[in-house]
């Protein structure tokens, strides 16, 4: 399957590329949403990572009374375990995958890349992540689920057994429920994943404290001094 080079926004860094953070943004939103966040990361001066935002397509999404707006997959339900739609979900990373192999093609090994994503975005993002063929730099996934909600994705790749997946949910999310992050959480730490929570005291949304530990986290997986 094929499709059309995703739309994005890339900042590049001062310093020539050697990583890069793929960065999913949540329903409705676009890669403009997260873009500004970079300098707010106070990553080290000088470093070498290139942040991709992508956009996502747009399409007819059902819960929305069937608006046309940016997303990821289409959202059929409330309902955690109907809420989405694997073919969306299938079709999505395979656009993820593409962007991973432009950047392996950059010349930025899988090693160096982490795959980020917010919401809508962050279970793209664990679901590609879970299941990419080559080991990846780390998984970052905020305020979101897995799509199977009960279950890991199936072909998880061994290649990603023991890479580092960040967690971080709102303590009073009414999008995204803290159970459904709990329910996540328990399976990647029942399958012996290497998983960080954190939860903070916000709704769906990101906290300044949340910013700080994603900036740490960042600075350790890609190995920035």
């Not at 709102?170 to 329910?183: C, F, I, R, W």
């Amino acid at each position: 399957m094929s499709a059309a080079p995703l739309e994005r926004i890339t900042i590049e860094p001062t310093l020539p590329a050697t990583a890069c953070v793929i960065w999913l943004h949540g329903l409705g939103d676009s890669g403009a949403g997260f873009s500004p966040i970079v300098p707010e990361l106070g990553l080290p001066k000088n470093h070498p990572v290139r942040f991709v935002f992508p956009h996502a397509p747009e399409q007819p999404v059902t819960i929305n009374q069937g608006y046309v707006m940016r997303s990821w997959y289409d959202i059929k339900s409330m309902d955690l375990h109907n809420r989405a739609d694997m073919q969306g979900v299938l079709e999505s990373e395979v656009k993820v995958r593409a962007l991973i192999s432009e950047q392996i093609s950059a010349g930025i090994p899988a090693s160096n890349i982490v795959l980020a994503g917010f919401s809508q975005g962050g279970v793209v993002s664990m679901f590609t992540g879970l299941r990419y063929p080559e080991k990846l730099a780390g998984v970052m996934a905020l305020s979101c689920y897995l799509p199977n909600a009960d279950a890991l994705p199936e072909q998880l790749s061994e290649a990603n057994r023991e890479t580092d997946i960040l967690q971080l949910h709102g303590e009073n999310d009414d999008v995204v429920p803290l159970s459904a992050g709990k329910m996540a959480n328990k399976l990647l730490n029942e399958h012996g994943y290497p998983v960080t929570w954190k939860t903070y005291p916000m709704a769906h949304s990101v906290h300044p404290t949340e910013i700080r530990d994603i900036a740490s986290w960042l600075v350790t997986r890609l190995d920035l001094v």
